[in-house]
C-alpha cells in the first residue's frame, strides 16, 4: 500500500523559511514523478512544485523561485525548501506521487499524503 507521510509545518514570520519533508513507503519511489501541493482556505488546491523520476524540476510561477524542491532516493524523501515566505503562501501543503512522468495538476497525482499546516504571520 502506499504511503505518504508530510512533516515540517508550522507557524512562522513573513520572511522566514521552512523545510518540508515527506516520507515515501509502499512503492518504487525512484520511478515516480513527485509533487508538492497547496490548499489555501477555503480555496481548490494548487500545484507548488513537481520533480519526476529523472530530476527534472518544475515550479509554479506563484513561488517566483522561493522553493526548491528535492528528493533522495536512497532514503525515500521528498524535500520543499521554501524561504522568503509571505501570508498568502499559508495553506495546507501535500505531497503527492504518480508513475506519469508529466504529471503537474492534481487530478495527474494518484497518490496523496495528509498534508502538513504551514502557517505565515505578517
Known amino acids: 500500500q502506499v504511503h505518504l507521510t508530510e512533516s515540517g509545518g508550522g507557524s512562522v514570520q513573513t520572511g522566514g523559511s521552512l523545510r518540508l519533508s515527506c516520507v515515501v513507503s509502499?512503492?518504487?519511489?525512484?520511478?515516480?514523478?513527485m509533487g508538492w501541493f497547496r490548499q489555501p482556505p477555503g480555496k481548490g488546491r494548487e500545484a507548488v512544485a513537481t520533480?519526476?523520476?529523472?530530476?527534472?524540476?518544475s515550479y509554479a510561477a506563484t513561488m517566483r523561485g522561493r522553493c526548491t524542491i528535492s528528493k533522495d532516493n536512497a532514503k525515500n524523501i521528498l524535500y520543499l525548501q521554501m524561504s522568503s515566505l509571505k501570508p498568502e503562501d499559508t495553506a495546507m501543503y501535500y505531497c503527492a506521487a504518480d508513475p506519469f512522468r508529466d504529471a503537474r495538476y492534481p487530478g495527474d497525482f494518484g497518490s496523496w499524503g495528509q498534508g502538513t499546516q504551514v502557517t505565515v504571520s505578517s
Open positions: 520533480i519526476t523520476s529523472d530530476g527534472a524540476a
Open positions: 509502499g512503492y518504487s519511489f525512484s520511478t515516480y514523478t
